[in-house]
Structures are given as structure tokens and as C-alpha cells.
């Protein structure tokens, strides 16, 4: 069973930084991930496409409210998925997921991604 686990949430105040994880498990092999992107969702509000990555070839889109500010990537082996996340604002605050898909890749719609993580909370305090 395909399966992502996010980690690294937790609580900081404006202008810290943090970084999360996205361990996936399940695969077969790391290329049948084709593309891996980061969602956040605060009360209230719509889930909101983040950061994504193409495995293969490892080139990033992100969205403008984040550019500039965080930085998605993986690991050589691409067992693992970061997204280190610095200049945090109050409005960052939301939780987070990781998100995986085989076959589409290049904009961040939640409804292209098959594959989801449970989520990890991140808080950013004023």
C-alpha cells in the first residue's frame, strides 16, 4: 500500500523557519513517482497548492504567495521529500501535506495528486 508520512510541524514565531519531510513508503520503485508536491490547508479555507517537484528530472514550481521563501527538493536517492520553509509568516499557518502523483506534474491542483499524507501542523505566532 502506498503510503506519504509528513513530519517536522510545529510552532514558530514569525520570521523563523521551519523544515518538513515527506517520507513515502509502498512504491515500487522512486520513478514511479512522478511528481511530489506540498498542499497546506488552514481553517476555513480551501486546500492551496504550495511547492511541487519532478522527481526525475528535479525541476520546481511554487506558488506565488511562497516563491522566493520556501524551497522544495529530495534526497539522491529520492527516498525522501523536504520542504524547508523560511521567513515564516502568521498566514503560513495551516497543515500541511505531501502529495504524490504518476502521471501529471507541472501545477498545483489538488486534484491532480492521487496519493496523500495525513498531514503536519505548522503554526506561525505574531
Known amino acids: 500500500q502506498v503510503q506519504l508520512k509528513e513530519s517536522g510541524g510545529g510552532s514558530v514565531q514569525a520570521g523563523g523557519s521551519l523544515r518538513l519531510s515527506c517520507a513515502p513508503s509502498g512504491y515500487s520503485d522512486s520513478d514511479s513517482r512522478y511528481c511530489m508536491a506540498w498542499f497546506r490547508q488552514a481553517p476555513g479555507k480551501e486546500r492551496e497548492g504550495v511547492a511541487g517537484i519532478y522527481t526525475r528530472g528535479g525541476r520546481t514550481f511554487y506558488s506565488d504567495s511562497v516563491k522566493g521563501r520556501f524551497t522544495i527538493s529530495q534526497d539522491n536517492a529520492k527516498t525522501t521529500l523536504y520542504l524547508q520553509m523560511d521567513s515564516l509568516k502568521p498566514e503560513d499557518t495551516a497543515m500541511y501535506f505531501c502529495?504524490?502523483?504518476?502521471?501529471?506534474?507541472?501545477?498545483?491542483?489538488?486534484?491532480?495528486?492521487?496519493?496523500w499524507g495525513q498531514g503536519t501542523q505548522v503554526t506561525v505566532s505574531s
Open positions: 502529495a504524490a502523483d504518476d502521471s501529471r506534474c507541472g501545477r498545483l491542483l489538488s486534484s491532480w495528486y492521487t496519493t
